[in-house]
């Protein structure tokens, strides 16, 4: 059965995408009458970008206190450690092969040029909020900002 357009539940993220792209080439054929709205969308991305950036410092410590009170309900602590461990290393281990193998061969293949530490280095510390975070969007906001200030890309490219 082929559903009908009422039927369909949830956000229609295509189509929100297409609008944005409309309005943002609308706002740039406007010239300077559509500079304006233009300054108000960065000023409410920057606005969102420090709200993104507070909630990633102090989620981890909430999420802490609610590991700490499960982990004082347990009655094996051991096989929970190791458990632990064991999840950890293996963590660890799939961030290493990602980041130091797999990401640098396709940068290799998309650009032929030798991925170099200087790139990797400037970004730094968000290969170490990164893995801590469910969603990668939340560290998005972080990822532009290093890569715009850092590695000296376009802010358009970015």
């Known amino acids: 059965q082929v559903p009908v357009g009422t039927e369909i539940r949830g956000m229609n993220i295509l189509g929100l995408v ?6 943002g080439v609308a706002l740039k054929k406007l010239g300077p009458e559509g500079e304006d709205l233009i300054r108000f969308f960065n000023s ?3 606005a969102t970008m420090v709200l993104v950036t507070w909630i990633m410092w102090y989620v981890p410590i909430g999420i802490m206190f609610l590991v700490g009170s499960k982990i004082v309900e347990m009655e094996d602590i051991v096989l929970l ?3 632990l461990g064991k999840y950890i290393f293996a963590s660890i281990l799939g961030h290493v092969i990602h980041g130091g193998i797999i990401l640098p061969l396709i940068y290799f293949a998309a650009t ?3 991925p170099n530490m200087k790139t990797m280095r400037h970004c730094g510390a968000l290969c170490f909020i990164s893995p801590c975070s469910v969603p990668s969007s939340a560290t998005l906001p972080s990822m532009i900002k290093c890569i715009e200030e850092n590695n000296g890309v376009d802010k358009r490219i970015s």
């Open 81 to 83: 450690v190791t458990s």
């Open 44 to 46: 409410f991305n920057e």
């Open 112 to 114: 032929r040029q030798n």
């Open 18 to 23: 297409l609008f944005a792209l409309v309005l």
